[in-house]
């Protein structure tokens, strides 16, 4: 069982860049894909990002494409969320979750197990 421990958020203006990042125990972390969720107030949890096992194949909501990136190190069992020009709309929490995933392609849901959460906000 993964355990997930997000760190990195904080409070910023609009412009500025944030880099989360997301360390996992145990020693499956090769076999799981991983991905960024962000919940706004009021608004349903929705996927950021994610990424293969490989770190081949990645994906973006429209809403990030072109200003966060997302990357992994298998061997250090980490996952990195790079937010850069962040906006205003890009404050929430943010949540780290694996899926095992043995195929090296990017699944968007039914990720098993998750962070606690590091909270993002971006002010004017």
């Known amino acids: 069982q993964a355990h997930l421990v997000e760190s990195g958020g904080g409070l910023v203006q609009a412009g500025d860049s944030l880099r989360l990042s997301c360390t996992a125990s145990?020693?499956?972390?090769?076999?799981?894909?991983m991905g960024w969720f962000r919940q706004a107030p009021g608004k349903e949890r929705e996927i950021v990002a994610a990424i293969s096992i490989s770190g081949k194949r990645t994906i973006y909501s429209d809403s990030v494409k072109g200003r966060f990136t997302v990357s992994r190190n298998n061997g250090r069992n980490t996952v990195w969320l790079q937010m850069n020009n962040l906006k205003p709309e890009d404050t929430g929490v943010y949540y780290c979750?694996?899926?095992?995933?043995?195929?090296?392609?990017?699944?968007?849901?039914?990720?098993?197990?998750w962070g606690q959460g590091t909270q993002v906000t971006v002010s004017l």
């Open positions: 145990g020693r499956t972390f090769s076999s799981h894909a």
């Open positions: 979750a694996a899926r095992k995933y043995l195929i090296d392609s990017v699944p968007t849901d039914a990720y098993d197990y």
